[in-house]
């Protein structure tokens, strides 16, 4: 069983900084991708920035500027800065891993439990 667990977030001011981590535990033979999701109420869940093996990271438009994702695939973790936050950027932020846990190479998904992030005066 797969769990990704993420931490970070929470309430800051427009303009202000974020960063959010994902800790991925389990039993791991192989990742294929790893990154983050949001959704906003009311709204649809939106890739945010992934990494896809052998790829450079991936944005979502509105964030390309703003966001850097990061990886340490030694402690199985991925981060997200996030600068320059707007009040649009308000959502829960998820963390996704599709992997794989033999040799075999079938492709799972994971996700986490969601993170709050708030960005309001």
């Known amino acids: 069983q797969v769990r990704l667990v993420e931490s970070g977030g929470g309430l800051v001011q427009p303009g202000g900084s974020l960063r959010l981590s994902c800790v991925a535990s389990?039993?791991?033979?192989?990742?294929?991708?790893m990154g983050w999701y949001r959704q906003a109420a009311g709204k649809q869940r939106e890739l945010v920035a992934k990494?896809?093996?052998?790829?450079?990271?991936n944005y979502l438009g509105s964030v390309k500027d703003r966001f850097t994702i990061s990886r340490d695939n030694f402690k199985n973790t991925v981060y997200l800065q996030m600068n320059s936050l707007k009040p649009e950027d308000t959502a829960i932020y998820y963390c996704?891993?599709?992997?794989?846990?033999?040799?075999?190479?079938?492709?799972?998904?994971?996700w986490g439990q969601g993170i709050q992030v708030t960005v309001s005066s």
């Open positions: 990494f896809r093996s052998g790829e450079p990271p």
């Open positions: 389990g039993k791991i033979f192989s990742t294929f991708s």
């Open positions: 996704n891993a599709e992997i794989s846990e033999t040799p075999r190479l079938e492709v799972l998904e994971a």
